[in-house]
């Protein structure tokens, strides 16, 4: 008998929008490119990435803003504008913004992700590996 997975409860930052995830995470990173720092505000957006159909929109699906295409967007709440997650890999992943989770997940970030284009102003001051663009 398989035990499903714990699950996780998220939200943006004014409530409008929560979701339930499956603490199951493939992998998670920091990552450093400029569109993150954009769409979060911050040197890094530390994501979690797991297959897509375990992530389900649980309030206010109607309440999302949806920048980008189907299988390739940034996920946000029209209200606050908090970013949710990004779907990525041709809709196969959703990459969480880990700081949008309520519950504590498992998983924590392993590396640093495209430091190629980190922020100046910001000095990495842990020991996980950085990569210059995404590890293959």
């Given at each position: 008998?398989?035990?499903s997975?714990?699950?996780l ?5 004014c ?7 499956a ?6 990173m920091n990552?450093?490119c400029s569109?993150c720092?954009?769409t979060?505000g911050?040197?890094?957006k530390?994501?979690a990435?797991?297959?897509r159909?375990k992530?389900t929109?649980t309030?206010?699906e109607d ?7 189907p ?5 946000h709440c029209?209200a606050?504008g ?7 890999r ?8 880990m700081?949008?989770?309520v519950d504590?997940?498992?998983i924590?970030?392993?590396a640093?992700?495209?430091v190629?284009?980190k ?6 001051a842990d020991?996980?590996p950085?990569y ?5």
């Amino acid at each position: 008998m398989t035990e499903s997975p714990r699950m996780l409860t998220g939200k943006c930052y004014c409530g409008a929008v929560q979701y339930e995830v499956a603490d199951s995470f493939v992998y998670a990173m920091n990552c450093h490119c400029s569109n993150c720092r954009r769409t979060t505000g911050s040197a890094f957006k530390p994501i979690a990435g797991i297959e897509r159909a375990k992530l389900t929109v649980t309030r206010g699906e109607d309440g999302l803003m949806i920048y980008g295409e189907p299988d390739g967007n940034n996920t946000h709440c029209r209200a606050c504008g908090s970013l949710l997650f990004s779907v990525v890999r041709d809709g196969a992943y959703v990459h969480v913004a880990m700081g949008t989770l309520v519950d504590d997940p498992t998983i924590r970030p392993t590396a640093h992700i495209f430091v190629g284009s980190k922020a100046p102003w910001h000095t990495i001051a842990d020991d996980l590996p950085q990569y210059e663009e995404f590890p293959t």
